[in-house]
């Protein structure tokens, strides 16, 4: 039996099934296939009321960077609230339809100081702006798209990003039914289901199991910013099934890197 085997592996060589689809890769694909063009649909609304709540009460909240931004609505809101914004998304599909969406105010081509378009593809583990460029950071339903590998890497780059708050909405449960269960947007996948889509694309073998990769409840991601020097300043009411959202606030001094 055992040279059978042997001599079974040694005359075909194995077949190894190819990694799923994740991150970018995934992201830049559902884009592609209409993902996000529905503008009704925003999940930072909740953030967004909270945001210009925390403001009438007084907080330093002036300046907004949205992490994760899809179609760019929430920035949009928070420009009509006078409020300086920008966004990021892992996909450049998500940054070229919030761009061709959203208009800045005044005309300007920057939106952040830093002379840097309004929105732009960039990893939650490598925003591009300096310490502190933000007095929050926004970002609804993406950390748990993180890989469990990057979650510090992720909330590193937060506290580093934003002065005084972190408004999240992070899930806490797995998510398997958007592609299978939602409708692409655009072109010739018009109709059909992101899943069905995925595969027109030539991903049939690399779709993923589900789009939450890191589904951990409250108390782990408030100990991870914790490590960050952010703590719970409140939570912001929700339905139970799109547990759970929240404010954070920094418990440590900002401290500017030295250049």
């Excluded at 005044?106 to 309004?118: K, V």
Aim: with cysteine.
């Amino acid at each position: 039996m055992r040279r059978s085997l042997l001599l079974l592996f040694a005359g075909a060589p194995l077949a190894y099934a190819p990694a799923a689809l994740q991150g970018k890769e995934l992201y830049e694909a559902l884009y592609a296939t209409g993902w996000g063009k529905d503008t009704r649909v925003s999940q930072g609304a909740k953030l967004l009321h909270t945001i210009r709540n925390m403001r009438r009460q007084g907080a330093a909240i002036d300046s907004v960077l949205d992490v994760g931004c899809s179609h760019g609505n929430v920035v949009a809101e928070l420009w009509q609230s006078g409020i300086v914004a920008s966004g990021v998304d892992i996909a450049r599909g998500a940054a070229d339809l919030a761009t061709s969406l959203h208009k800045p105010p005044h005309g300007r081509a920057s939106c952040n100081g830093e002379g840097r378009p309004c929105f732009q593809a960039a990893s939650a583990t490598s925003l591009p702006f300096r310490d502190g460029a933000f007095d929050a950071i926004a970002s609804s339903d993406v950390l748990e798209h993180v890989d469990p590998s990057d979650v510090r890497a992720a909330t590193a780059e937060f506290a580093r990003v934003a002065r005084n708050f972190l408004v999240l909405k992070i899930a806490n449960r797995p998510e398997g039914s958007t592609l299978s269960g939602s409708r692409a947007g655009v072109g010739k996948f018009q109709g059909r289901t992101f899943k069905d889509a995925l595969h027109q694309q030539g991903y049939a073998d690399r779709l993923p199991t589900q789009l939450h990769t890191t589904v951990k409840g409250n108390e782990f991601w408030h100990e991870e910013f914790r490590r960050v020097g952010f703590a719970l300043n409140r939570t912001i009411p929700d339905a139970s099934w799109a547990c759970c959202a929240y404010v954070l606030h920094r418990i440590e001094p900002y401290r500017p890197s030295k250049e």
